[in-house]
Protein backbone atom coordinates (compact mmCIF):
# COMPACT_ATOMS: atom_id res chain seq x y z
CA UNK A 1 0.00 0.00 0.00
CA UNK A 2 1.73 3.29 -0.94
CA UNK A 3 1.62 6.43 1.66
CA UNK A 4 2.91 9.59 2.34
CA UNK A 5 6.94 9.87 2.07
CA UNK A 6 8.04 12.47 4.76
CA UNK A 7 9.09 15.70 3.85
CA UNK A 8 12.81 16.63 3.89
CA UNK A 9 14.05 17.46 6.64
CA UNK A 10 16.13 20.36 5.67
CA UNK A 11 13.18 21.73 3.13
CA UNK A 12 11.74 25.24 4.68
CA UNK A 13 7.87 25.23 4.97
CA UNK A 14 7.68 28.94 4.19
CA UNK A 15 9.05 29.91 0.79
CA UNK A 16 10.50 33.29 -0.01
CA UNK A 17 7.57 35.66 -0.43
CA UNK A 18 6.25 39.20 -0.35
CA UNK A 19 3.31 39.69 1.35
CA UNK A 20 0.24 40.51 -1.34
CA UNK A 21 -2.06 42.77 0.23
CA UNK A 22 -4.69 44.73 -1.33
CA UNK A 23 -3.83 48.80 -1.10
CA UNK A 24 -4.37 51.65 -3.96
CA UNK A 25 -0.19 52.49 -3.31
CA UNK A 26 1.95 49.16 -3.45
CA UNK A 27 5.75 50.25 -2.85
CA UNK A 28 6.84 47.08 -1.73
CA UNK A 29 8.19 44.94 -4.37
CA UNK A 30 10.94 46.61 -6.37
CA UNK A 31 8.48 46.80 -9.58
CA UNK A 32 8.57 49.90 -12.30
CA UNK A 33 5.98 52.10 -11.26
CA UNK A 34 5.29 52.82 -15.41
CA UNK A 35 4.48 50.21 -17.69
CA UNK A 36 6.03 49.44 -21.12
CA UNK A 37 5.86 51.81 -23.93
CA UNK A 38 2.22 50.86 -26.01
CA UNK A 39 4.17 50.41 -28.71
CA UNK A 40 5.89 47.96 -26.81
CA UNK A 41 2.64 46.28 -26.10
CA UNK A 42 0.86 46.54 -29.50
CA UNK A 43 3.89 45.00 -31.32
CA UNK A 44 3.72 42.21 -28.72
CA UNK A 45 0.01 41.55 -29.99
CA UNK A 46 1.59 41.03 -33.63
CA UNK A 47 4.09 38.74 -32.63
CA UNK A 48 1.79 36.48 -30.65
CA UNK A 49 -0.61 36.34 -33.19
CA UNK A 50 2.28 34.94 -34.99
CA UNK A 51 3.34 32.32 -32.47
CA UNK A 52 2.09 28.70 -33.01
CA UNK A 53 0.52 27.81 -29.86
CA UNK A 54 0.66 23.94 -30.43
CA UNK A 55 4.26 24.00 -31.08
CA UNK A 56 6.96 24.13 -28.09
CA UNK A 57 8.91 27.07 -27.84
CA UNK A 58 12.12 27.72 -29.45
CA UNK A 59 14.37 25.59 -26.88
CA UNK A 60 17.87 27.23 -27.22
CA UNK A 61 15.98 30.63 -27.23
CA UNK A 62 18.25 31.64 -30.28
CA UNK A 63 16.44 34.68 -31.09
CA UNK A 64 16.61 36.17 -27.77
CA UNK A 65 19.69 35.17 -26.93
CA UNK A 66 21.49 37.09 -30.06
CA UNK A 67 19.03 40.04 -28.99
CA UNK A 68 20.56 40.32 -25.19
CA UNK A 69 24.38 39.06 -26.26
CA UNK A 70 24.36 42.11 -29.04
CA UNK A 71 22.63 44.66 -26.53
CA UNK A 72 26.55 43.83 -24.19
CA UNK A 73 28.45 43.28 -27.17
CA UNK A 74 29.22 39.31 -26.21
CA UNK A 75 28.65 35.94 -27.88
CA UNK A 76 24.88 34.54 -28.10
CA UNK A 77 26.77 31.44 -26.42
CA UNK A 78 27.69 33.74 -23.28
CA UNK A 79 24.27 34.48 -22.73
CA UNK A 80 21.84 32.19 -21.05
CA UNK A 81 18.24 33.11 -20.49
CA UNK A 82 14.99 31.75 -18.16
CA UNK A 83 11.87 32.77 -16.58
CA UNK A 84 13.31 35.58 -14.23
CA UNK A 85 16.48 35.95 -12.62
CA UNK A 86 15.49 33.77 -10.03
CA UNK A 87 15.14 30.59 -12.41
CA UNK A 88 18.92 31.24 -13.43
CA UNK A 89 19.95 31.30 -10.32
CA UNK A 90 18.19 27.53 -9.64
CA UNK A 91 20.24 26.36 -13.04
CA UNK A 92 23.50 27.87 -11.29
CA UNK A 93 23.00 26.28 -8.43
CA UNK A 94 21.53 22.95 -9.31
CA UNK A 95 24.99 22.77 -12.02
CA UNK A 96 27.73 23.98 -10.04
CA UNK A 97 26.42 23.56 -6.25
CA UNK A 98 24.61 20.27 -4.94
CA UNK A 99 25.53 18.15 -1.78
CA UNK A 100 29.07 18.41 -0.70
CA UNK A 101 29.66 21.91 -2.47
CA UNK A 102 29.31 25.67 -0.49
CA UNK A 103 27.79 29.14 -1.40
CA UNK A 104 29.11 32.04 -0.13
CA UNK A 105 26.92 34.93 0.98
CA UNK A 106 26.69 38.55 2.80
CA UNK A 107 24.42 39.30 4.88
CA UNK A 108 21.97 41.24 4.91
CA UNK A 109 21.54 40.32 1.25
CA UNK A 110 18.37 38.90 -1.53
CA UNK A 111 17.09 36.33 0.63
CA UNK A 112 16.35 33.64 -2.57
CA UNK A 113 20.14 33.40 -2.96
CA UNK A 114 20.64 31.25 0.37
CA UNK A 115 16.76 30.27 -0.51
CA UNK A 116 17.32 28.47 -3.70
CA UNK A 117 21.14 27.31 -2.55
CA UNK A 118 19.42 25.41 0.36
CA UNK A 119 16.95 23.98 -2.29
CA UNK A 120 19.44 22.47 -4.37
CA UNK A 121 21.55 21.11 -1.08
CA UNK A 122 24.05 23.36 -1.29
CA UNK A 123 25.64 24.34 2.26
CA UNK A 124 25.62 28.15 3.13
CA UNK A 125 28.20 29.85 4.31
CA UNK A 126 27.05 33.85 5.53
CA UNK A 127 29.79 36.55 6.13
CA UNK A 128 28.56 40.26 6.79
CA UNK A 129 28.61 43.64 5.82
CA UNK A 130 29.89 46.87 7.08
CA UNK A 131 28.22 49.41 8.58
CA UNK A 132 27.34 51.35 5.35
CA UNK A 133 25.63 47.45 4.61
CA UNK A 134 28.55 47.25 1.61
CA UNK A 135 31.03 44.19 1.45
CA UNK A 136 34.53 44.14 2.95
CA UNK A 137 37.22 43.45 0.53
CA UNK A 138 39.66 42.09 3.15
CA UNK A 139 36.89 39.94 4.75
CA UNK A 140 35.76 38.55 1.86
CA UNK A 141 39.29 37.45 0.49
CA UNK A 142 39.42 35.70 4.35
CA UNK A 143 36.58 33.81 4.03
CA UNK A 144 37.23 32.78 0.82
CA UNK A 145 40.40 31.41 1.91
CA UNK A 146 38.99 29.82 4.42
CA UNK A 147 35.34 28.66 2.77
CA UNK A 148 36.51 28.12 -0.93
CA UNK A 149 33.14 28.44 -2.04
CA UNK A 150 32.36 26.71 -5.01
CA UNK A 151 29.91 30.07 -5.86
CA UNK A 152 29.97 33.57 -3.92
CA UNK A 153 27.11 36.01 -4.62
CA UNK A 154 27.04 39.29 -5.03
CA UNK A 155 24.19 41.36 -5.05
CA UNK A 156 24.59 44.99 -6.65
CA UNK A 157 23.45 46.56 -5.60
CA UNK A 158 22.13 44.78 -2.97
CA UNK A 159 18.75 43.71 -1.86
CA UNK A 160 17.14 44.73 0.62
CA UNK A 161 19.71 48.04 1.31
CA UNK A 162 20.37 49.32 -1.98
CA UNK A 163 23.85 49.74 -2.04
CA UNK A 164 26.48 49.24 -5.21
CA UNK A 165 29.41 47.72 -4.71
CA UNK A 166 32.51 49.23 -5.88
CA UNK A 167 33.79 47.64 -8.92
CA UNK A 168 37.37 47.38 -7.41
CA UNK A 169 35.76 45.05 -4.79
CA UNK A 170 33.91 43.11 -6.96
CA UNK A 171 37.25 42.59 -9.04
CA UNK A 172 38.82 41.75 -5.88
CA UNK A 173 36.54 38.95 -4.87
CA UNK A 174 36.28 37.69 -8.38
CA UNK A 175 40.03 37.48 -8.46
CA UNK A 176 40.49 36.04 -5.09
CA UNK A 177 37.55 33.74 -5.50
CA UNK A 178 38.62 30.00 -7.23
CA UNK A 179 34.87 28.99 -7.98
CA UNK A 180 32.06 31.28 -9.75
CA UNK A 181 31.47 34.69 -8.65
CA UNK A 182 27.60 35.54 -9.37
CA UNK A 183 26.95 39.05 -9.70
CA UNK A 184 23.04 39.60 -9.31
CA UNK A 185 22.64 42.86 -10.73
CA UNK A 186 18.25 42.50 -10.97
CA UNK A 187 19.14 46.38 -10.23
CA UNK A 188 21.92 47.28 -12.25
CA UNK A 189 20.63 49.41 -14.67
CA UNK A 190 19.86 52.41 -11.53
CA UNK A 191 23.83 51.71 -10.88
CA UNK A 192 25.98 53.66 -12.19
CA UNK A 193 28.99 50.78 -12.59
CA UNK A 194 28.39 47.07 -13.91
CA UNK A 195 30.31 44.23 -13.01
CA UNK A 196 29.95 43.62 -17.07
CA UNK A 197 32.74 45.64 -17.78
CA UNK A 198 35.37 43.57 -15.27
CA UNK A 199 34.24 40.33 -17.38
CA UNK A 200 38.14 39.22 -19.07
CA UNK A 201 39.17 35.84 -20.27
CA UNK A 202 41.66 35.77 -16.80
CA UNK A 203 37.84 35.76 -14.56
CA UNK A 204 35.97 33.04 -16.43
CA UNK A 205 34.41 32.57 -13.00
CA UNK A 206 33.03 35.90 -13.19
CA UNK A 207 28.82 35.39 -13.84
CA UNK A 208 26.23 38.75 -14.29
CA UNK A 209 22.79 38.23 -13.58
CA UNK A 210 19.80 40.84 -14.96
CA UNK A 211 16.14 40.42 -14.83
CA UNK A 212 13.76 42.31 -17.66
CA UNK A 213 11.44 42.86 -14.47
CA UNK A 214 12.63 46.03 -12.84
CA UNK A 215 13.71 48.39 -15.44
CA UNK A 216 12.45 46.55 -18.32
CA UNK A 217 8.80 47.15 -16.77
CA UNK A 218 7.83 43.57 -17.63
CA UNK A 219 7.70 41.71 -14.29
CA UNK A 220 4.44 39.44 -15.18
CA UNK A 221 6.49 38.23 -18.12
CA UNK A 222 9.24 36.53 -15.71
CA UNK A 223 12.28 36.79 -17.69
CA UNK A 224 15.72 36.85 -17.03
CA UNK A 225 19.27 36.31 -18.37
CA UNK A 226 22.81 35.52 -17.44
CA UNK A 227 26.08 36.60 -18.77
CA UNK A 228 29.30 34.43 -18.25
CA UNK A 229 32.05 31.75 -19.78
CA UNK A 230 30.33 29.37 -22.36
CA UNK A 231 30.87 26.61 -20.27
CA UNK A 232 29.36 28.00 -17.79
CA UNK A 233 25.91 28.74 -19.73
CA UNK A 234 26.13 25.06 -20.79
CA UNK A 235 25.84 24.50 -17.57
CA UNK A 236 23.15 26.11 -16.54
CA UNK A 237 21.85 24.56 -20.51
CA UNK A 238 22.07 21.01 -18.55
CA UNK A 239 20.73 21.81 -15.73
CA UNK A 240 17.29 23.66 -17.23
CA UNK A 241 14.19 21.94 -18.06
CA UNK A 242 13.17 21.36 -21.45
CA UNK A 243 11.37 24.26 -23.34
CA UNK A 244 11.33 26.36 -19.74
CA UNK A 245 11.08 29.55 -21.57
CA UNK A 246 7.61 30.11 -23.44
CA UNK A 247 7.52 31.88 -27.34
CA UNK A 248 5.64 34.71 -25.26
CA UNK A 249 8.52 35.37 -22.97
CA UNK A 250 10.71 35.00 -25.90
CA UNK A 251 9.00 37.48 -27.85
CA UNK A 252 8.25 40.03 -25.33
CA UNK A 253 12.04 39.91 -24.26
CA UNK A 254 13.26 40.56 -27.68
CA UNK A 255 11.01 42.91 -28.62
CA UNK A 256 11.96 45.31 -25.08
CA UNK A 257 15.55 45.27 -26.55
CA UNK A 258 14.41 47.36 -29.23
CA UNK A 259 13.07 49.68 -26.42
CA UNK A 260 16.23 51.25 -24.95
CA UNK A 261 15.62 54.47 -25.05
CA UNK A 262 12.22 54.43 -23.28
CA UNK A 263 14.32 52.21 -20.51
CA UNK A 264 16.58 54.73 -19.87
CA UNK A 265 14.34 57.17 -19.71
CA UNK A 266 12.03 55.68 -17.10
CA UNK A 267 15.49 54.79 -15.28
CA UNK A 268 16.42 58.30 -15.15
CA UNK A 269 12.76 59.15 -14.50
CA UNK A 270 12.58 56.93 -11.31
CA UNK A 271 16.24 57.97 -10.34
CA UNK A 272 15.44 61.76 -10.13
CA UNK A 273 12.22 60.62 -8.11
CA UNK A 274 14.56 58.81 -5.73
CA UNK A 275 16.44 61.97 -5.12
CA UNK A 276 12.91 63.66 -3.68
CA UNK A 277 11.98 60.58 -1.92
CA UNK A 278 15.59 60.73 0.03
CA UNK A 279 15.12 64.58 0.96
CA UNK A 280 11.90 64.01 2.05
CA UNK A 281 13.03 61.23 4.59
CA UNK A 282 15.98 63.42 5.06
CA UNK A 283 13.25 65.77 6.82
CA UNK A 284 11.54 62.76 9.17
CA UNK A 285 12.92 61.48 12.41
CA UNK A 286 14.10 58.37 10.04
CA UNK A 287 17.73 56.76 9.94
CA UNK A 288 18.04 55.57 5.90
CA UNK A 289 20.39 54.74 3.67
CA UNK A 290 21.59 55.85 0.23
CA UNK A 291 20.49 53.99 -2.63
CA UNK A 292 21.73 52.73 -5.77
CA UNK A 293 18.50 51.01 -7.04
CA UNK A 294 14.95 51.66 -7.26
CA UNK A 295 14.27 51.42 -3.41
CA UNK A 296 14.89 53.25 -0.04
CA UNK A 297 15.70 51.04 3.07
CA UNK A 298 14.79 53.55 6.22
CA UNK A 299 14.62 53.05 9.98
CA UNK A 300 11.77 54.65 11.65
CA UNK A 301 13.34 56.23 15.19
CA UNK A 302 10.31 57.86 16.59
CA UNK A 303 8.15 54.88 16.91
CA UNK A 304 8.30 51.25 16.32
CA UNK A 305 8.84 49.84 12.96
CA UNK A 306 5.88 47.14 12.47
CA UNK A 307 3.40 49.70 13.95
CA UNK A 308 4.39 52.58 10.91
CA UNK A 309 4.02 49.45 8.56
CA UNK A 310 0.49 49.35 9.67
CA UNK A 311 0.00 52.93 9.78
CA UNK A 312 1.22 53.44 6.15
CA UNK A 313 -0.95 50.34 5.29
CA UNK A 314 -4.09 51.38 7.04
CA UNK A 315 -3.35 55.07 4.92
CA UNK A 316 -3.23 53.13 1.35
CA UNK A 317 0.79 52.66 1.32
CA UNK A 318 1.90 48.76 1.19
CA UNK A 319 5.87 48.98 2.15
CA UNK A 320 7.90 45.80 2.49
CA UNK A 321 8.81 45.49 6.74
CA UNK A 322 12.40 44.00 6.92
CA UNK A 323 12.27 44.76 10.97
CA UNK A 324 12.55 40.86 11.35
CA UNK A 325 15.36 40.13 9.05
CA UNK A 326 18.77 39.73 10.25
CA UNK A 327 21.04 42.52 10.60
CA UNK A 328 17.95 44.94 9.39
CA UNK A 329 16.09 45.18 13.21
CA UNK A 330 13.57 48.16 12.90
CA UNK A 331 13.79 48.74 8.80
CA UNK A 332 11.71 49.14 6.07
CA UNK A 333 12.20 48.89 2.37
CA UNK A 334 9.73 51.36 -0.07
CA UNK A 335 10.24 51.07 -3.48
CA UNK A 336 10.43 54.46 -5.93
CA UNK A 337 7.05 55.28 -7.08
CA UNK A 338 5.47 57.37 -9.08
CA UNK A 339 5.44 61.09 -8.01
CA UNK A 340 2.20 60.52 -6.89
CA UNK A 341 2.46 57.77 -5.17
CA UNK A 342 5.88 58.99 -3.71
CA UNK A 343 3.79 62.10 -2.22
CA UNK A 344 0.86 60.07 -0.81
CA UNK A 345 4.14 57.98 0.93
CA UNK A 346 5.90 60.82 2.66
CA UNK A 347 2.69 62.40 3.68
CA UNK A 348 0.91 58.99 4.96
CA UNK A 349 4.45 58.62 6.89
CA UNK A 350 5.05 61.79 7.83
CA UNK A 351 1.63 61.62 9.78
CA UNK A 352 2.59 57.62 11.04
CA UNK A 353 5.55 59.43 12.91
CA UNK A 354 3.98 62.75 14.49
CA UNK A 355 1.33 60.73 15.44
CA UNK A 356 4.20 58.79 17.69
CA UNK A 357 5.15 60.40 21.61
Known sequence: MSGLVPLRADLELVGYHSPQVAAPVRLNTNESPYPPPETWRDDLVGEIERIAFNRYPDREAGELRRAVAESHGVRPEEVFCANGSNEVLQCLLLAFGGPGRRALIFEPTYALHSHIARLSGTEVVA?????????????????????NPEITFLCSPNNPTGTAERPEVVARVADAAAGLVVVDEAYGQFSRSSAMALRSPERAGLVVVRTFSKTWAMAACRLGYLVADSAVVAGCEAAALPYHLSSFSQAAGVLALRYQREMEARVAAVAEERGRLSAGLADLPVEWWPSDANFILFRPTAREATAVWQGLLDAGVLVRDCSSWDGLGGCLRVTVGTPKENDRFLKALGHCLGDAP
Request: glycine residues 14%.
Open 127 to 147: GGRGPDFRVDPDQAERLLADV
